[in-house]
């Protein structure tokens, strides 16, 4: 992916999510009741989050992003 097709700040970027960005991690930290304490909170399995992102990733009328630090591209 070019960086054209990325909003770049000093420190993160975003960029549109795709499946290889669903995993264990990922779902783990939204699963985490600390890191999430003014969303709601689902306990969310691996299958369920690649459902859902593959989902919105079908549907033209959303982008769907994820926040990536530029240091180590999580």
Known sequence: MTDSKKIMGERVYLRKLSL??????YCGWLNDKEVNKYLYIKNWTIVELKDYVEQKLKNKNCFFA??????NDL
């Open 20 to 25: 290889a960005d669903v995993s264990q991690d």
């Open 66 to 71: 994820g926040i990536f630090d530029k240091k």
